[in-house]
């Protein structure tokens, strides 16, 4: 039996599609079946960090104190100093 390969590319013209990636195949004549990949918009910024924070409420993340920040900065600037 021979192998099937799937891989994802660009159709750039009513005849030509451009892979992703190269195939282990030499010249020869084969079947393409096409199947139009919806494109992906951007999730809006907002709506990316309210996600993140939701998640991190649910885990009970607590962000550091900002003397906690400074205390941490000031520890590894003085160790450059070593």
Excluded: C, F
Aim: glycine residues 2%; negative net charge.
């Amino acid at each position: 039996m021979q192998s099937a390969y799937i891989v994802t590319g660009r159709l750039t013209d009513a005849r030509t599609v451009t892979l992703d990636e190269a195939l282990p195949l030499e010249s020869a004549k084969v079947r393409l079946v096409v199947e139009p990949l919806s494109p992906t918009l951007p999730r809006p910024y907002r709506e990316v960090m309210a996600d993140i924070r939701q998640r991190q409420q649910a885990r009970g993340h607590q962000s550091p104190l900002p003397e906690e920040i400074h205390t941490y900065l000031q520890s590894e600037r003085e160790s450059w100093e070593n």
